[in-house]
């Protein structure tokens, strides 16, 4: 049974069959169609928006990047020959099923291009690049009755961390003016710091100078040693900074240069990378060694009047305390040398008989020392045979009989005669 057939000004309707050569389309209105020689379909006109997500995709210089961009497309029904195109393709299709079709077209052109640019073309201009896209996806899907109203890159990443490399020298240059403007300040406040500090030591000295002018030069000496000490020492902390901010900068440049070679194709991520850390190096290194060597200076030529009073007046002391001992020492080495000499004397006259006097004068003592270890003896069991002494006898007559042979024994060591030398005669007496 025939009838009319209505469509909002977002549908297209289309009617082919009995008494159409071709088909006829109308867009937002009516036709009058008989459904048993005529069929009639509709066309979604509503714009569709598209994700187009295209993964790890190598760029121009091999770097895998994901980028994923947004369009804006629609069935073109400004063009009698652009809207049969897509009722051929698309009729009674859902605007999903469009939006599917036209996603995967999109994509692949979007892979191409991708493909000829490097990241920082993408990145960067990213509106040639859209462009780009645009400009060769609008040629296919025309040809599809599909109008591509708009494209944009809605995010770029990368799962290798190249694009957050992008942005390192930027944010470093940010901080290096940051830590430059600190070190400043801090340089400036120490250089305050120390010229108060140095007029406030100037008035104290100078009225000590007034009070003890006996103590000045001295106190000059003083300073001006310890003045030069600090600033060999200060000079010589700088130069091993220095140097050792050097080394690391050369080490730094070695490693870079090693990666340039394994990296060629990230050169200029690399280069950006040097120049920042020699501006943060001296940033952080050299700016505040050259404040603080400044500030060590001053403080050091503040103090230079005190430590020189102080210095005179300590080494005054140790030199008269020094001269004291130096006397005493000499009377003790004196009197020592005259004994010895009285010593050597009478060992020169008396000889061998000395030799035996202090012998004899050491017997006891020997003896002692023999019967000591019987003082640590709880119980002694003595052996005698049939005709031996036994009892307190026996051990009192073994003890003598060791201080007996001791006469043989320091003859054998010493080589004099004990029986001989006794007999001698010192002044017309003899020892024995």
């Not at 990230?266 to 190096?281: D, G, M, S």
């Not at 005709?387 to 007559?397: D, P, Y």
């Amino acid at each position: 049974m025939a009838g009319f057939y209505t469509c909002g000004p977002n549908e297209a309707l289309v009617v082919s069959g009995c008494c159409h050569t071709k088909p006829k389309m109308v867009v937002g209105g009516r036709l009058l169609v008989f459904p048993c020689v005529q069929k009639i379909g509709k066309l979604p006109l509503n714009v569709i928006t598209t994700k187009i997500v295209t993964k790890q995709v190598y760029t121009k210089l091999g770097v895998p990047i994901n980028v994923t961009g947004t369009a804006q497309i629609k069935i073109h029904s400004k063009e009698k020959k652009s809207l049969m195109a897509a009722a051929e393709l698309f009729m009674n299709r859902s605007a999903e099923q469009i939006n599917k079709i036209c996603s995967e077209t999109l994509e692949g052109h979007q892979r191409a291009i991708m493909g000829t640019m490097t990241v920082e073309d993408i990145y960067k201009n990213r509106a040639a690049f859209s462009d780009q896209v645009l400009q060769v996806a609008s040629t296919d899907l025309m040809s599809m009755g599909i109008r591509v109203i708009s494209y944009t890159i809605k995010e770029v990443t990368d799962d290798e961390g190249y694009l957050k490399a992008l942005g390192k020298p930027r944010t470093a240059e940010v901080k290096r003016d940051a830590d430059i403007g600190s070190a400043e300040a801090t340089r400036d406040a120490g250089i305050k710091e120390a010229e108060a500090e140095e007029r406030k030591m100037a008035a104290i000295y100078e009225n000590k100078i007034t009070t003890a002018e006996a103590q000045r030069d001295y106190l000059i000496k003083k300073s001006q040693f310890d003045g030069e000490t600090n600033t060999k020492k200060a000079t010589s902390d700088l130069a091993y900074e220095l140097q050792s901010a050097k080394t690391q900068q050369r080490i730094k440049e070695e490693t870079m240069q090693i990666k340039v070679i394994e990296r060629q194709k990230q050169i200029k991520v690399q280069e950006q990378e040097i120049v920042r850390r020699q501006r943060e190096l001296e940033a952080q290194i050299i700016k505040p060694a050259e404040a603080e060597k400044f500030k060590i200076e001053k403080l050091a030529e503040a103090e230079r009047n005190k430590r020189v009073i102080e210095a005179e007046a300590k080494a005054e002391a140790i030199r008269l305390r020094a001269e004291a001992e130096a006397y005493a020492i000499e009377a003790k080495a004196k009197a020592d040398a005259e004994q010895m000499a009285k010593k050597a004397e009478a060992w020169n006259e008396y000889k061998d008989a000395a030799m035996v006097d202090m012998i004899l004068q050491q017997l006891p003592k020997v003896a002692a020392e023999v019967a000591a270890p019987l003082q640590n003896v709880n119980k002694v069991t003595l052996v005698a045979g049939p005709n031996g002494e036994v009892g307190a006898a026996k051990l009192t007559g073994e003890v003598l009989e060791i201080v007996r042979r001791l006469p043989k024994v320091i003859e054998e060591i010493t080589g004099v005669e004990m029986s001989r030398a006794m007999k001698i005669n010192r002044g017309g007496e003899t020892l024995l």
